[in-house]
């Protein structure tokens, strides 16, 4: 009896655990393993749940989105474009 109690328990947790790391957009391992710890049901959820588009921030704001990302990236490539220019300004000085 306790092994069918544990294993209602694992199973109810397992598909509670799927959806909110799908709500979430979250993917990996976890989310793997809650998926086939739940199955069936968590088949059902896979379609019924809409996956969210965003990456969930952590706490320490470690995660970026995409366009801080891209904007990221693009302040970088106009640094090194700078620092090129400003290095060359100063090697045609020296001539």
Known sequence: MFEAWLGSVV???????????VREGERGFKRFAAFWLGFPITLLSAFAVSESRQRRKHSDGDALDAEEEAELLREIHRDRLLRGRHRSDENEGDS
């Open 11 to 21: 199973w109810i947790l397992a598909n509670v655990v799927y959806v909110s790391h």
